[in-house]
């Protein structure tokens, strides 16, 4: 037995969802602009901002185990860098331990003094 399609419709309870009946209920009038932030604030998920979907997405175990692996690569290519500018510079004794910035400021004064014997 084939049912028309208006028997179709009367035969099922009609499924409006909650937007649905929100805009509804504002177009004819029962409902307030002010009800209606209200009740769709309630009613929808809320929509993510970028820094927020950011947060989540940072907050994740696997992206904390991935980010700190970069960090540790990153922090070793740093620390290389630096001891090969350390094996550069001239130093009494030579294998005096020196820290970052001592070993930057001995570059610094090192550049200078090869600069100015080029001018002499």
Known sequence: MMLSPEQVDSDQPSVQSESDSVVSEVKEGSMSEEEVGSRRTLCLPPQLSREEKRRRRRATA??????????????????????????????LPPDKKLSKIEILRLAICYMSYLNHVLDV
């Not at 960090?71 to 290389?80: M, S």
Request: aromatic share 10%.
């Open 62 to 91: 696997k992206y904390r185990s991935a980010h700190a692996t970069r960090e540790r690569i990153r922090v070793e290519a740093f620390n290389v860098a630096f001891a090969e500018l350390r094996r550069l510079l001239p130093t």
